[in-house]
């Protein structure tokens, strides 16, 4: 079982930046992706920024050039910090963490886990 516990959101102004961090109870290198995803009022959950355990990462086309997804392997943490924020960037953000490593010998598991997200509100 891993926990993710999200922190960070808030009211911002468009234009304005946000980091939201992601602490995991499991070391994240084990881990073989970590992600952001929003969901937004009405719309469908999206993958908004992963990475990967070697640190590849990867974007949604509309958050490329302002979003940057990191993590701290020794802290057990993942961030995105978010910047030139848009009103169309509102939405609960989640943490999630896809495919496990464990065991001796290390033994790998397709499970997921999601964090309970954080609300992040852009005005105009």
């Known amino acids: 079982q891993v926990q993710l516990v999200e922190s960070g959101g808030g009211l911002v102004q468009a234009g304005g930046s946000l980091r939201l961090s992601c602490a995991s109870s499991?070391?994240?290198?084990?881990?073989?992706?970590m992600g952001w995803y929003r969901q937004a009022p009405g719309k469908e959950r999206e993958l908004v920024a992963a990475i990967l355990t070697g640190g590849s990462t990867n974007y949604v086309d509309s958050v490329k050039g302002r979003f940057t997804i990191s993590k701290d392997n020794a802290k057990n943490m993942v961030y995105l910090q978010m910047n030139s924020l848009k009103p169309e960037d509102t939405a609960v953000y989640y943490c999630h963490a896809l495919g496990i490593w464990s065991g001796t010998p290390p033994r790998y598991s397709g499970v997921e886990y999601w964090g309970k997200g954080t609300l992040v509100t852009v005005s105009s």
């Open positions: 499991k070391n994240i290198f084990s881990i073989n992706v």
